[in-house]
């Protein structure tokens, strides 16, 4: 969840690297720091709190250089301070170092260098890291050798970017595992470094990412990868898609916001290239799909965190009914712990918008471990979760700046309906004609999200009906009923109220007890085949004085007479109704945090991507 910029060429340093932490606030952090080189001295600023914490001591004491490297730090060891905020310093003051991961064997490295006589300023495992570098430069091992030979005694996973006055004309960037990512940008006479993509975009759309165990040597004109063991890597330039307008907010007051409305939009993207509307057929070539793999399947496993396992939930149904193939969705952070029975002819399928979810791609090499075939949906272009896979399908979003994830999760619906129709053909349980109406579907989509986005006043003026609400209950069943659950984690994350999700089902089984006029009931109760069973739902809870919201589908003639307020959704394709009926919850969860005054994009206490167990 840290974020990390690094800068080499012939600007300041300075106001790049800030930027550029600006960029990755989302991911959270609790203080931030900087440290510029200039004329052989290292300057260093870092504090507790916000960036804009920071930019003010900058100000007061200006840094300036053209090479540098910066952090925002979310605490694991030491409390968010000052002294624990990072760049951190060894004892020369020659060496600085930014990190991204837990150093799992700090206790016993700093017990060692403490014994060689090395005094610790903070009490973070990072340090170690910095200490261990002057240990070998001391003994004349020059820079790279130094960083490779300290990353040695390191266990855990890591982001690292180190710098020295030593030799001030290169940036040392290495990557253990997968504790968030380490990309390298390409300018001209100029090179840039960054946990993520959207802190470099406005300088250079050509990147690089490091693999797990791999480390760069970055001067202002070129970029030397190796393994640790000191082996020269080849490595492909990338360009990214996604342009630094993409990333801002636009006209919306927040990220979530835009995301939600760009949906239309993403939609269309995810879709692209991917359905023949002449054809009416599909094809996802990342996949490496081919019909021996099809047809020898035997069980698919879906594993995610989130928002995403609530996507899962929706695709396990679709390989369910529309492909027959025996299908489970396991949440990632049990899975990986779970002994699992899987086997060469199984798929474990990660969803994961950021690609580097640690218990997503724990539970990703959990199967590889026992020779599943991988597969992976994942939105950041060459993140862990993308690489690892046998096969994946991008979710084409373009970069989801909001903690709560909107776009992301009605993007993997598509996705997975898309992959269904296709393993379903290669395996042919689906008639030509049956294959052509699902895919025809599919070129509705986008146009009936929009029809639900314009009707966000009226989801707006029931937020602000029940903006003081404690507590809700959401309710669905069958293709619905993860629809519920994402509803309720919307909520949950960026208005703090407590909202719970159950299959509708389960209401007379003890939840029902809960019913009266402070505890609004969210029914989502769309035309699907589970209609009349939501019906008799909402006329339990309406009979025990419950506060209704409804969603519902355009010309209903029941719902109204029953529900104190209704979100209507048009006319929708049953098995696609997922990514219609979540609109209005996502956009309700909105207004309501937004009306509460909280920061809708960076939630309290939590990150954009988990990257930590
Ligand atoms: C979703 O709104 C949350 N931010 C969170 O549940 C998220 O979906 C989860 O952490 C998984 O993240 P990923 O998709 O990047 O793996």
Known sequence: MCGIVGYIGERNATPIILNGLKRLEYRGYDSAGLAVMKNGQIEVRRDVGKLTRLASLVSEQPIEGNIGIGHTRWATHGEPSARNAHPHVGSTGRVVVVHNGIVENFLELREELSSEGVVFNSDTDTETIVHL???????????????????????????????????????????????GGVVIGFGEGEMFIASDIPAILEHTRRVVFLDSFQMAVVTRNDVQIQTLNGEPVTFQ????????????????????????????????????????????????????????????????????????????????????????????????????????????????????????????????????????????????????????????????????????????FTAPLVDLYMLAILLADLRGVLTENQRRRLVADLRLIPDLVGRCLDREADVLSVARALKEARNMLYLGRGINMPIAYEGALKLKEISYIHAEAYPAGEMKHGPIALIDRDMPVMALTPLDPWYEKMISQVEQVKARGGTLIVVATDGDQRVPALADYVFWIPQTPWLLSPVVTVIPLQLFAYHIASLRGLDVDQPRNLAKSVTVE
Request: charged share 25%; net charge negative.
């Open 133 to 179: 570098v002057e240990r070998y430069l001391s003994l004349g091992m020059g820079l790279e050798h130094s960083a490779r030979k300290a990353l040695t005694h390191l266990k855990g996973a890591h982001g690292i970017v180190i710098m020295s006055s030593e030799e001030p004309d290169k940036i040392i960037a290495a990557r253990i595992g997968n504790a």
């Open 237 to 408: 330039v990338h360009t990214v898609p996604w342009d630094p307008v993409s990333a801002e907010k636009g006209e919306y007051r927040h990220f979530m916001q835009k995301e939600i409305h760009e949906q239309v939009r993403s939609l269309t993207d995810t879709l692209a290239g991917r359905v023949d509307f002449e054809e009416m057929s599909i094809r996802l070539p990342e996949l490496n799909l081919s019909s021996e793999l099809a047809n020898r399947i035997k069980k698919i496993v879906i594993t995610a965190c989130g928002t995403a396992a609530h996507a899962g939930m929706v695709g396990r149904l679709y390989f369910e009914r529309i492909a027959r193939i025996p299908t489970t969705l396991e949440i990632a952070s049990e899975f990986r712990y779970s002994d699992p029975i899987i086997d060469a002819d199984t798929v474990v399928l990660a969803i994961s918008q950021s690609g580097e979810t640690a218990d997503t791609l724990a539970a990703m090499e959990e199967g590889r471990k026992r020779g599943a075939v991988l597969w992976s949906i994942v939105n950041a272009v060459g993140s862990q979760a993308m690489r690892l896979a046998d096969g994946f399908i991008s979710m084409q979003t373009g970069p989801e700046i909001g903690v709560a994830s909107t776009k992301a």
